[in-house]
């Protein structure tokens, strides 16, 4: 039996996977495949506590940050190719010449 | 109606000052003289109306407007003409137009936005003397006597791209405000005192009090107020600004710091001669100051070598007498010696300004000489008004000085008469020995007495207004170049000239409307301006201004000024007066009876007529004998005295003392303790602290923006943990 627990369990495992991967990994790209798998953990808990108080809102969310994490996606990765044009690297730590 | 007479002339002001600029030098001249000719013929209109009202109650009220309403404190903005307002009105107007007219040549050489500037200050000045002398009350007054003192400054310094001008201006400021600061707070007492600032409120509940035996709340009140009339009318120990005033334009020196300005505080005393003659102590204060005063500046203007400066103390010391008429109590005649003189000052002045004109700027009375034949006109008005100053009989300044000398001596002042005889003597000589140096004998060569400057470096001091040599200003160099050469002078132009005509006459007939009952005449002044010394009568009081002066009337006066200000007990009234009138002769010690009635007085005053006579004549034939005659024994003279000569020539070193006294230590404790401590340490200091922690905490702040995203991240995680974790553990 597969209970709300579980759903729980997976998506916070998932979210600690795509924090790990946005602080760890070295690539730009990287990151931003790791933000959508902790969006995904999100969405998979919205999804589960819909379900478990017979709610059809968590599955609205769901498509909600679909959408948004599309658009994400969408200007991250323009930005990736902006920032490559730019350093010929995609290694997060270059691009810190942006503060005081 | 009156309001006018203040207002033509501010009129003057404000086109001068607007339109100036733009205006031709004829075009600002004629308007700022058409205002003082409209503002003399309004009051000669006003004075006019006056006289024509029966003498116990003369007086003209314009209320303007209500000023300051504050809970019992009222004070209308409220003009009044009374007796002595209409003697002073007729001299600012009268004197005052003439000397603008005069200006109109001297000045010539100005730019004409200069030209437009000056006239806008002298009609500003007109203006607020008018104030001063019309308000019906202190504070008016007192917006007046600060107007003047602000004209003065702006005077003083017209010139002020000199340096020694603009620290003149400064001096005359800084040294007014002194004596502002004691008027102000005898105003305080006064008001406390009596509940009310209007004169005749004043002088009315001062009536109700006994003379003060001791010295008391009155003594303080008068004192304090006579202290701001020592520095408008440079007295001891406030004279100092008067002599260096002589920076400023001759036509000025004229004005302000000879006929009008410097005798508002006489003009005060007299305003307030009830209040003051209930306080014998400054009375007696009042008197010594000005003996004192006049012999001093007397004996400084027997070796000053300025023209001009020769004048002002010359002023300083007549303004002395000035005081002492007051302070033995003999205000007419102390008024009368302040008409007479106003015509003889503004003459010496813009003659002395005629001659600085026609020697393209010098002012050292050593470089002049026989200029008598080259200035005619110039000369015999000059020595018409030194007559007239010198007391000779028959001049106007003969008739009111001696009142003076009589006043104190009949007041039982022997002391006080002996010291201002010594004065006057010393007037007489010191006038006469500017006249000699400066119209007879032989012109000086020009340049030539440079290398005999002694005189110069022995007064140090004087240095400073050494550089003022052309005090004439930027007018030195150009227009006069044809008479550079010494050769031929041009006597003062037409405009100049009227001036001087005109005043010299008044110095000669001015005197008689004041001529002593002694020797046929009938002492006009004296009466006519009695009433405005008097407890003023009920009739002007409560019929012309009405409720509003009983509003202003103090709670605490007596039952009966209460009673007085209910038309119908006229006679009792009156009476109070007359007691009170009677109770102040008393004081002064004078014989209450009428003069007529004792034929002994009579003996005296005649006696003494022909003493202070024979003193004026013999104060001309020392000035004679030693400058026109034996000019070699002066030399030897002030030889055998260097010490005494040099003590005079540096005016008893009273500015060194001063400096050091005052000045040095202000300047210091400004500059060590004020500036380095107070402003550049805690002032400075505390804003400094805290822009300098601003920058330190900023600086270590600033670390954590790194511009590293991973980093931004981080603490956005550990942010978003700990206030999750705070709300499920707390």
Redesign the interface.
């Given at each position: 039996m597969v209970t709300l627990d579980h759903y729980v369990m997976l998506s916070a495992l998932l979210f600690a996977t795509g924090t790990i991967g946005v602080f760890l990994r070295r690539s730009v790209i990287t990151m931003l495949l790791s933000i959508e798998v902790m969006l995904n953990a999100v969405n998979l808990a919205f999804v589960a506590f819909g379900r478990s108080i017979g709610s059809a809102d968590g599955q609205v969310m769901m498509f909600f940050v679909v959408t948004v994490a599309a658009a994400e996606a969408a200007v991250g990765l323009a930005l990736v190719i902006a920032l490559f044009r730019h350093r010929e690297t995609l290694n997060p730590d270059m691009f810190t010449s942006l503060k005081w | 109606m009156l309001r006018f007479i203040p207002l033509l002339p501010f009129i003057g002001f404000l086109i001068n000052l607007s339109l100036g600029r733009r205006l031709a030098k004829t075009a600002s001249g004629a308007v700022a003289c058409l205002a003082m000719f409209g503002a003399f013929v309004v009051s000669a209109w006003s004075v006019w109306t006056l006289v024509q009202m029966p003498p116990d109650s003369r007086g003209i009220v314009d209320q303007i407007a209500p000023w300051v309403e504050s809970g019992a404190l009222s004070i209308p903005f409220t003009l009044r003409l009374d007796p002595l307002g209409a003697l002073m009105v007729l001299v600012v107007t009268g004197i005052g137009f003439l000397i603008h007219l005069y200006s109109t040549a001297y000045m010539h050489e100005e730019r004409d936005s200069e030209y437009a500037r000056y006239f806008s200050y002298l009609n500003l000045f007109a203006s607020f003397m008018l104030v001063l002398v019309l308000g019906a009350n202190f504070p008016v007054m007192f917006v007046g006597w600060e107007g003047v003192g602000l004209c003065s400054y702006l005077l003083i310094g017209f010139w002020f791209s000199k340096k020694s001008a603009s620290d003149a201006g400064k001096k005359a400021f800084i040294v007014n405000r002194i004596g502002d600061f004691g008027f102000l707070l005898g105003m305080f007492i006064v008001w406390v005192q009596f509940g009310t600032l209007d004169f005749q409120g004043v002088a009315h509940a001062a009536g109700q009090l006994p003379v003060e035996a001791v010295f008391g709340t009155l003594s303080m009140a008068t004192l304090l107020l006579f202290v701001g009339a020592t520095g408008k009318s440079a007295q001891i120990p406030l004279y100092v600004w008067l002599p260096d005033a002589m920076e400023g334009p001759t036509p000025v020196s004229a004005l302000i710091h000879a006929a009008t300005m410097v005798t508002a505080g006489v003009y005060m005393i007299g305003r307030n001669a009830v209040l003051f003659s209930h306080a014998p102590e400054t009375l007696a204060v009042v008197a010594g100051i000005g003996v004192a005063t006049a012999l001093m500046a007397g004996t400084i203007g027997l070796v000053q070598n300025d023209i001009k400066r020769v004048l002002a103390y010359s002023t300083v010391s007549q303004l002395g007498l000035m005081f002492v008429a007051m302070g033995v109590g003999a205000f007419a005649a102390g008024i009368f010696h302040l008409y007479t003189h106003a015509f003889f000052k503004a003459l010496l002045f813009l003659g002395s300004g005629a001659v600085i004109h026609a020697l393209a700027g010098e002012q050292d009375i050593r470089r002049m000489g026989g200029l008598r034949r080259e200035l005619p006109v110039t000369y015999w008005t000059f020595l018409i008004g030194s007559l007239a100053i010198a007391g000779v009989p028959l001049l106007s300044g003969f008739f009111s000085k001696d009142e003076i000398l009589w006043k104190a001596f009949s007041g039982g002042h022997y002391v006080v008469w002996a010291v201002a005889v010594v004065a006057s003597l010393l007037t007489a000589t010191y006038m006469f020995r500017l006249v000699f140096l400066t119209f007879h004998g032989e012109r000086a060569e020009p340049r030539a007495a440079d290398s005999s400057d002694d005189g110069r470096a022995v007064a140090p001091h004087d240095a400073h207004g050494g550089g003022a040599h052309d005090a004439h200003g930027v007018a030195a160099g150009g227009h006069h170049g044809e008479s550079d050469g010494g050769t031929h002078l041009h006597d003062a132009p037409p405009a100049m000239a009227a001036a001087l005509i005109l005043l010299a006459i008044g110095s000669i007939v001015a005197g008689y409307i004041g001529v002593p009952t002694v020797i046929g005449g009938s002492n006009r002044i004296e009466a006519f301006l009695e009433p405005s010394f008097a407890v003023p009568g009920i009739e002007i009081d409560a019929a012309k201004l009405g409720s509003n002066h009983a509003d202003a009337r103090p709670d605490q006066a007596s039952g009966d000024g209460h009673a007085a200000e209910s038309p119908s007990p006229v006679a009792g009234e009156n009476h109070a007066a007359e007691g009170q009138r009677s109770a102040a002769h008393a004081v002064e010690g004078q014989e209450p009876a009428t003069h007529a009635a004792s034929a002994q007085d009579h003996q005296t005053e005649l006696t003494l007529m022909a003493f202070s006579s024979g003193i004026a004549l013999a104060g001309i034939g020392l000035a004679a004998y030693f400058w026109l005659r034996r000019r070699d024994l002066t030399d030897r003279i002030a030889a055998a005295f260097s010490g005494l000569h040099r003590l005079l020539l540096n005016k008893y070193f009273v500015d060194q003392a001063y400096d050091a006294a005052i000045v040095q230590p202000i300047y210091r404790a400004s500059e060590r303790g004020l500036w380095t401590v107070v402003d550049t340490g805690m002032i400075d200091g505390t804003v400094n602290a805290v822009g300098r922690s601003v920058a330190g905490w900023s600086s270590a702040l600033?670390l954590l923006?790194?511009?590293?995203?991973?980093a931004y991240?981080?603490s956005m995680?550990v942010g978003v943990v700990v206030i999750l974790g705070y709300y499920v553990w707390r």
């Open positions: - | 600033r923006q790194t511009g590293s995203i991973r991240a981080l995680f």
